[in-house]
């Protein structure tokens, strides 16, 4: 069952964070367990303390959807030890009807690749040259059907040498005289005991049996008995020869479960393998990818919860498959291949339409995620003081908190004390709830600060402006905006660089050079900045 994640925007908030959970855990509730939350960012300190407040542990961070090689169908062949024999891995690869298996180590990491061609190749070689080395006598029984028939055999472990097959001949040139040979033969005594006194390495004797005094003659030379003929004999040695000696373990290409597509494919088209081995972040092998699996590769799943926008969304949305949309914001970027289910509601917070989507469900949350619920609905509507929230928003916090047993005043305080610590960089700060925005041709940034006393931070004023130009600099925007919105003042002291004339013009802004000024009643910047500058680039 592959994971859907349900993602907020980048750099998070409590609504973000929070109504991406509280989905997920519909979801669940009701039986599709594939869905699960996640964050794009860091944890602000408020969502953290919003967290601890009601037991939770922030959603898995993930950095991009990217397709990945964990993300195809790819193929999961039988891997053989290195030690197993030609002959198992032609008949393996016979039964699975595959031309390419991998070869593992014994505590399963890549030894090599034993191809269909590296069989064959082998095979016509042997033909020339039918010599074997080191062959595990465990091998040769396992493919004669055969079994040691003398004492000194069972002494043996491993063989070597020309396989030869002794004919009657009346010639001594053509008959072997090597002891470093594999002799095969039929019912014939007389060769049998010339190759034992010659202390062959092997007697491989075909359909016959063997005299007792030939058993008993003192020689460490192992005698094998075999129900095959003498040619099917001589092809099956060869065959038990171990795979590691025949595959390609050198100069392997082989990719990872979390290589990303895009890069395999250039490697696929630089070279000419048939396939080519996966593996696990232990390094072992979990199985092979051919060219096909990359034409029409499985692609992640993802809902988008509280925004729409691709510039906030998730690095490599491009390679995903987009299932829903759940979002408060203007309608932006986002584009679909296919038809999908979005909600689009104009309410102060996210979580109020998933809570909605509880009561349609006839599912009531659980007393601490209502709990989480009320805090990201007050984050969200600066304590129901943003021009963006609803009765709604009103109704559904203050049902959440009866749900949960707390006080919406308490939790809003516990919120937006949290924003302000003085130990904390500007940085750090500007980057917490941050947003990039593509309007009409402008690149813009628009960071916002809720807290309950903004005097603290206009003090650092210098300290702001100084990085909101490096970030311009760094980004490539046309303006950087910060609200620094005060809950109890119910306005906003707006910093700004960049075109600093647009933004006097969209706000009314007199004094000239000095890169800050507060806004009465400016609370929301989806509501109140971004449709201003909208407005003026058209």
């Known amino acids: 069952m592959d994971t859907i994640y349900i ?27 594939e869905y699960q939350a996640a964050r794009l960012g860091q944890v602000s300190d408020e969502t953290q303390i919003v967290l601890d407040r009601f037991g939770f542990q922030p959603p898995q961070l993930i950095t991009n959807v990217r397709t990945q090689v964990r993300d195809l169908n790819y193929d999961t062949p039988p891997t053989l030890s290195a030690a197993a024999t030609i002959s198992r891995g032609w008949q393996t690869m016979q039964q699975h009807r595959i031309s390419v298996i991998p070869v593992a180590n014994e505590d399963g990491t890549l030894y090599g690749m034993l191809s269909a061609g590296d069989v064959a190749s082998y095979d016509m070689s042997s033909v020339r040259n039918p010599r074997v080395g080191e062959v595990p006598v465990y091998n040769l029984l396992s493919v004669l059907e055969g079994k040691v028939l003398n004492e000194g055999g069972e002494m043996k472990d491993v063989v070597s040498g020309e396989v030869t097959v002794a004919l009657p001949t009346g010639r001594e040139n053509l008959m072997f005289s090597d002891p470093n040979s594999i002799v095969i033969c039929g019912d014939q005594p007389e060769m049998i005991r010339r190759a034992l006194q010659l202390r ?272 311009r600099k760094d980004k490539h925007l046309d303006t950087v905006v910060l609200m620094i919105t005060d809950v109890l003042l119910e306005g906003t002291q707006l910093l700004y660089v960049g075109d600093e004339d647009t933004i006097r013009q969209a706000f009314n802004i007199r004094n000239d050079g000095e890169n800050a000024a507060f806004l009465p009643k400016i609370m929301s910047r989806k509501k109140q900045v971004i449709p201003m500058l909208s407005a003026l680039w058209g």
């Open 7 to 33: 993602t907020g925007h980048r750099n998070p908030d409590t609504d973000s964070i929070v109504s991406a959970m509280a989905y997920a855990a519909l979801k669940n509730a009701l039986g599709q367990r």
């Open 200 to 471: 062959v390495n092997c007697v491989v004797v075909c359909q016959a049996e063997v005299n007792q005094e030939l058993l008993d003659m003192d020689t460490d030379t192992c005698i094998i008995s075999t129900p095959y003929d003498a040619y099917q004999t001589v092809r099956l040695i060869c065959h038990a020869l171990p795979i590691g000696h025949i595959c390609k373990s050198k100069d392997l290409v082989c990719f990872h479960l979390d290589d990303y597509i895009d890069d395999v494919q250039n490697t696929v088209l630089e070279s000419r393998f048939r396939a080519y081995p996966i593996l696990d972040d232990e390094e072992r092998v979990v199985g092979t990818l051919s060219r096909f699996h990359l034409l029409r590769p499985r692609r992640k799943r993802v809902v988008l919860m509280d925004h729409n926008e691709r510039a906030q969304s998730v690095v490599g949305l491009e390679q995903a498959e987009i299932l829903e949309i759940v979002d408060h914001h203007r309608l932006a970027d986002i584009e679909t291949k296919n038809p999908i289910y979005v909600r689009n509601e104009p309410v102060g917070s996210s979580t109020t339409i998933v809570a909605g989507m509880y009561q349609e469900k006839g599912l009531m949350p659980t007393a601490k995620m209502a709990g989480l619920m009320a805090a990201a609905i007050v984050s969200d509507t600066v304590m129901f003081k943003s021009p963006t929230c609803t009765q709604r928003d009103i109704d559904v916090a203050n049902r959440m908190a009866r749900i949960a047993n707390v006080s919406l005043d308490e939790l809003g305080k516990a919120i937006f004390s949290a924003t302000c610590g003085d130990d904390k960089s500007v940085e750090a700060m500007l980057l917490t709830d941050y947003k990039e925005f593509h309007i009409a041709g402008h690149d813009l940034a628009v960071s916002q600060i809720t807290c309950m006393d903004s005097d603290r931070l206009m003090a650092r004023k210098e300290e702001f402006l100084e990085k909101m130009r490096s970030i």
